[in-house]
Nanobody, 121 residues
């Protein structure tokens, strides 16, 4: 019954900013790596950013310097701050997390339902 729920998507003009949030809930024992992926219409899903339990981050080259991933471990929440948005950033953004539930012996991958970000020119 572990769930990830994204929020914060919407319509924004090029050059604008948005912040996405993803909260994990349910029978959670621990969370390892969390990340954000996106999928634009007609394109493959791609990794945007990841953050480890210790706070180390990695970004796709296309978003470096513009996006920032962070997490609030006490809230089981990961954020994606997106600045200087471009039309090519338009996509459905998905939250991902490696979560060990209270009834599992290992980490399992979980996905959120996705939130749409549309950047107009």
């Amino acid at each position: 019954q572990v769930q990830l729920v994204e929020s914060g998507g919407g319509l924004v003009q090029a050059g604008g900013s948005l912040t996405l949030s993803c909260a994990a809930s349910g029978s959670i024992f621990s969370i390892n790596t969390m990340g954000w992926y996106r999928q634009a219409p007609g394109k493959q899903r791609e990794l945007v950013a990841v953050i480890t339990s210790g706070g180390s981050t990695s970004y796709a080259d296309s978003v470096k310097g513009r996006f920032t991933i962070s997490r609030a471990n006490a809230k089981n929440t990961v954020y994606l701050q997106m600045n200087s948005l471009k039309p090519e950033d338009t996509a459905v953004y998905y939250c991902n997390a490696e979560i060990q539930s209270t009834h599992s012996l290992r980490y399992l991958e979980h996905w959120g339902q996705g939130t749409l970000v549309t950047v107009s020119s």
